[in-house]
């Protein structure tokens, strides 16, 4: 079955780096576009970047230029590198597929921006 494993969240200072990975398994990693989602508390799940098959990425305007999505198709996992964090981008953040047969999310990883 579809599983994806998000790691790498914590706690880190405003204007620190974090990298998060999202292990996949049980499907054809490589045939499809992978995407990265958050949800701050009290606040509905937003989506934050993605990457398609072709290697071409797409950022909401908040992360911009502060957040890089990257693949490795050969391990089967998605990584968001985050920088320049700030408190505003403290969520739980998901990994999230969307395959023929559904729609499949990770469990989540914390991620705190505070001083």
């Known amino acids: 079955q579809v599983q994806l494993v998000e790691s790498g969240g914590g706690l880190v200072q405003p204007g620190g780096s974090l990298r998060l990975s999202c292990a996949a398994s049980?499907?054809?990693?490589?045939?499809?576009?992978m995407r990265w989602y958050r949800q701050a508390p009290w606040k509905e799940r937003e989506w934050v970047s993605e990457?398609?098959?072709?290697?071409?990425?797409y950022y909401a305007d908040s992360v911009k230029g502060r957040f890089t999505i990257s693949r490795d198709n050969a391990k089967n996992t998605v990584y968001l590198q985050m920088n320049s964090l700030k408190p505003e981008d403290t969520a739980v953040y998901y990994c999230?597929?969307?395959?023929?047969?559904?729609?499949?999310w990770g469990q989540g990883t914390q991620v705190t921006v505070s001083s």
């Open positions: 999230n597929v969307q395959t023929q047969r559904g729609d499949y």
């Open positions: 049980g499907f054809a990693f490589s045939r499809y576009a």
């Open positions: 990457i398609w098959t072709s290697g071409t990425t």
